[in-house]
């Protein structure tokens, strides 16, 4: 079945410790994204990108980094440079620019402790 | 100002209830609008999607667009309480580079038996 994959489904962390929010995709999609939301807010837009080997800040970048180095795998890492990060974390993908839609994973709750 | 305004509620109805969910926005650019709905603890799944004004039927969904007044709602008849999720607007001008969807904070609505 196709579809994308985020894991694990929820994270701990330790205060000071980086982590890293695997999403996986076999859809064959060009542009990949991750958004984080928290109640009352909304998706806010933290790395999206159109293509392998390069990607954007969106919305909310900071204490966030990301790499993309297949087409299928884009992981975000958050560091202990963020601030705030406990919250729900949506990966989502769209097969070209004008695709209307966006697929998402199940999303992964990051608790800081 | 926020780029989309989306009444977080809760809305809570009886079943079989005619249920209209709105958003406004503030960007003319905006073409395409889509209508997600999010499940508990679970990631956002395309609903209804719209290009321009107009309305679409599908099933027991409408989604209507008015660009004049910059607002768009989503219809739901005969309401169930499979219903009962998290429905968030999404937008896109086409004219970005970047290719991105702007969300509106999601409306949670309860259907109550």
């Known amino acids: 079945d196709g579809g994308i994959t985020q894991s694990p489904k929820y994270l701990f962390r330790k205060e000071g410790q980086n982590v890293t929010l695997s999403c996986e995709q076999n859809l064959n999609h060009d542009a990949m994204y991750w958004y984080r939301q928290d109640p009352g807010q909304g998706l806010r837009l933290i790395y999206y990108?159109?293509?392998?080997?390069?990607?954007q800040k969106g919305d909310i970048a900071e204490g966030y980094s990301v790499s993309r180095e297949k087409k299928e795998s884009f992981p975000l890492t958050v560091t202990s440079a963020q601030k705030n990060p406990t919250a729900f974390y949506l990966c989502?993908?769209?097969?070209?620019?004008?695709?209307?839609?966006?697929?998402f994973g199940q999303g992964t709750r990051l608790t800081v402790v | 100002q926020k780029e989309v305004e989306q009444d977080p509620g809760p809305l809570s109805v009886p079943e079989g209830a005619i249920v209209s969910l709105n958003c406004t926005y503030s960007?003319?650019?905006?073409?395409?609008f889509m209508w997600y709905r999010q499940y508990s603890r679970k990631g956002p799944e395309l609903l209804m999607y719209t290009y321009s004004s107009g309305n679409k039927e599908d099933g027991r969904f409408t989604a209507q667009v008015d660009k004049s007044s910059k607002y768009i709602s989503l219809f739901i008849r005969d309401s169930q309480p499979s219903d009962s999720a998290t429905y968030l607007c999404a937008m896109q001008d086409p004219s970005y580079n970047t290719d991105k969807l702007i969300f509106g904070t999601g409306t949670r609505l309860q259907v109550f038996p």
């Open positions: 960007n003319s650019a905006f073409q395409y």
């Open positions: 989502a993908s769209r097969g070209t620019l004008r695709d209307t839609e966006a697929f």
């Open positions: 990108s159109q293509i392998v080997n390069d990607f």
